[in-house]
């Protein structure tokens, strides 16, 4: 295991639907990622948190919103999501440091079928 | 923007053989480069990453990659592929000069046959 989870691994909602998908890091790290992988496309990256602060959004949908209420855990709400969102969400962890570059730890994704 | 480019959709390769994933850069500045594996159903998992110094890099699993400014490559290798190693591999940069966030490139499928 990485240290990085998240719930659920799998999700199945309708369009209309308001559900959240959590992820949550034991390593002491103070950034988070949300990544979304389709299966025609590469890996995505869709916001990044550093120290509860968001300092991207990669031109994301406002269907889908982040949360980070603590450098600990991080949600993804997601409200009236259109098909093209079925994807595999995957959340990950990094240590910050000013001047270095470390390693993400990646959590094992969310499944989400959107119907 | 930094990239990077994975030519080969899938390897194939005899369980016991040397392998190679391949993987091209294009970066301003010092290059930061990722190689991360995907096992079936699995999150993505670190393998190894060049920084600075030795252009053989040694990571996870008894892989390595090989840092290659000339041609701008960062492969990754194996001596003796196993079954196991069977997963998608992806190369990585990160996204802006500085920034912590990566781009991947489209990934690379390897299957070893026993």
């Known amino acids: 295991e990485t240290g990085v989870t998240q719930t659920p691994r799998h999700l199945v909602m309708g369009m209309t639907n308001k559900k959240s998908l959590k992820c949550e890091q034991h390593l002491g790290h103070n950034a988070m990622y949300w990544y979304k992988q389709s299966a025609k496309k590469p890996l995505e990256l869709m916001f990044v948190?550093?120290?509860?602060?968001?300092?991207e959004n990669n031109s994301v949908p406002s269907r889908f919103s982040p949360e980070c209420p603590n450098s600990s855990h991080l949600f993804l709400h997601l409200h009236t999501l259109q098909p093209e969102d079925s994807a595999l969400y995957l959340c990950?962890?990094?240590?910050?440091?000013?001047?270095?570059?470390?390693?993400?730890?990646f959590g094992p994704g969310t499944r989400l079928t959107v119907t | 923007a930094q990239s990077v480019a994975q030519p080969e959709d899938q390897v194939n390769v005899a369980e016991g053989n040397p392998l190679t994933v391949k993987c091209t850069y294009s970066?301003?500045?010092?290059?930061?480069l990722f190689w991360y594996v995907q096992y079936p159903n699995r999150g993505l998992q670190f393998l190894l990453k060049y920084i600075t110094g030795d252009n053989l890099v040694k990571g996870s699993y008894g892989f390595e990659a090989e840092f290659n400014k000339s041609q701008t490559s960062f492969h990754l290798k194996k001596p003796s592929a196993l079954v196991s190693d069977s997963a998608l591999y992806f190369c990585?940069?990160?996204?802006?000069?500085?920034?912590?966030?990566?781009?991947f490139g489209s990934g690379t499928r390897l299957q070893v046959q026993p």
């Open positions: 948190y550093n120290f509860k602060e968001q300092t």
């Open positions: 970066v301003s500045g010092n290059p930061y």
């Open positions: 990585a940069v990160p996204t802006h000069t500085g920034r912590r966030a990566l781009t």
């Open positions: 990950a962890s990094s240590q910050e440091t000013p001047g270095a570059i470390y390693e993400q730890y």
